[in-house]
């Protein structure tokens, strides 16, 4: 499975400023069928480790505060 090497460069971005992981939120993790989300070790939030998605969307439902957004390639839409 290829990994991500840049955070930001991946379907699934979390906004580090409204992501609560660092206080035990897992929920995106969790719910992703894929397990392609992670704790990133050095900020304590959320992550997107591996470029594999399936725009499945559970992890932008059902985020608590709304800091994950699936982006969705406009071919998909």
Avoid: F
């Avoid at 897992?26 to 392609?36: G, S």
């Avoid at 399936?54 to 994950?68: R, S």
């Amino acid at each position: 499975m290829p990994v991500a090497s840049q955070i930001t460069a991946v379907p699934v971005v979390i906004d580090e400023d409204k992501c609560i992981a660092d206080k035990g939120c897992t929920t995106c993790i969790d719910v992703c069928p894929l397990d392609v989300l992670w704790i990133d070790e050095r900020s304590g939030k959320a992550h997107m480790k591996y470029d594999e998605c399936w725009y499945c969307m559970p992890c932008e439902k059902d985020c608590p505060t709304d800091a994950v957004t699936v982006n969705i390639p406009y071919l998909l839409k």
